[in-house]
């Protein structure tokens, strides 16, 4: 079986690769023992239920095991695989983490990431489950279940890339469907570069496009409390605000690399008593900024998050 960690893009912390990868239970490895009274609790049976009557929605999340073999190890889902065992199923699908540290994806990653929910419900219907057992078993209202199905109803397959591991609440679709494609991949890699993903961000964003950047373009844009005039002027600043990203993303690589060199120089100028001596008699001035570039935090890639 080719291993889909061969595919995983370098530069995405905390998600799932694109892809599910249909696996052999008996080479997933469970990271922790369940509890002796987990398969009497009622959290378990409503997992055997929910199986028995729609199949699994919320696929069991793993990464590569790193000895090489052809194992994998089980990060998320262990009552899920238990439940699968007892059945008597062979296989199973998965999802394939892209952050293999455990520790790291049980504090910072919780739940599938709304494009990845969406993508699973779906998954769901087209086997034929009725949009009802899947709302009891993820214990949400038909009408829930229904917006999450059209989660991606307008939105840009470009925009969708970008978010696609993203925490964006489905209010955050609903303000990026209010804009033409370009402006949906704009606003979604600000919200990116910003790491946030609040509702309020993404109106403000709104509020900031210009008018014909939006779908409805003939439609003045109402925002609860702010002015038209206001409106203007947050546009103009957006679009500066963007310009000014944009400018700063073409050099930051290099300037990173210039900061990194030159404060390890200066470090080791500093770690001479001679030089320390000399500037203090004759540039106490430059001593002062030297020091300062000297304690400089390391500045880290945006991607090394």
């Known amino acids: ?55 699994i929605v919320e696929p069991p999340v793993v990464v590569p095991n790193p000895d090489k073999s052809a194992t994998w190890l089980l990060l998320d889902g262990h009552l899920r695989i238990e439940a699968l065992k007892d059945d008597g199923v062979q296989k199973v699908e998965c999802l394939v983490a892209t952050d293999d540290e455990a520790f790291t994806y049980n504090r910072q990653v919780s739940r599938l990431a709304p494009i990845q929910e969406h993508r699973m419900i779906r998954k769901a219907i087209e086997r ?15 009408r829930s279940i229904q917006k999450k199905i059209k989660l991606l109803d307008g939105i840009s397959e470009e925009a969708i890339a970008i978010l696609k591991d993203k925490p964006a609440a489905g209010a955050v679709f609903d303000a990026l469907r209010k804009m033409k494609t370009m402006r949906q991949i704009e606003a979604a890699e600000l919200l990116v570069n910003a790491n946030t993903y609040s509702v309020a961000y993404v109106k403000a964003i709104l509020a900031g496009t210009p008018q014909a950047q939006l779908v409805d373009a003939s439609k003045p844009k109402k925002v609860k409390g702010i002015t038209p005039e206001a409106i203007a002027r947050m546009e103009q600043e957006l679009a500066r605000l963007q310009e000014g ?7 930051y690589g290099q300037d990173h690399l210039h900061l990194t060199v030159i404060k390890a120089y200066v470090g080791k100028l500093l770690g001479n008593a001679r ?12 001593l002062s900024e030297f020091q300062t570039i000297a304690e400089t935090d390391a500045v880290m890639p945006a991607d090394a998050e």
């Open 1 to 55: 079986m080719k291993r889909a960690a061969d595919k995983r893009p370098a530069s995405v912390n905390h998600g799932f690769e694109d892809d599910c990868v249909t696996l052999p239970i008996d080479v997933i490895l469970p990271l922790r023992p369940l509890g002796k009274s987990a398969k009497s609790s009622r959290k378990y049976r409503q997992i055997v239920a929910s199986i028995a009557q729609i199949g």
């Open 128 to 142: 034929g489950v009725p949009e009802e057992k899947i709302a009891a078993a993820l214990d949400l209202g038909t």
């Open 245 to 251: 990203i944009a400018s700063i993303q073409d050099t």
């Open 275 to 286: 030089v320390v001596r000399y500037l203090m008699q004759t540039r106490p001035e430059f």
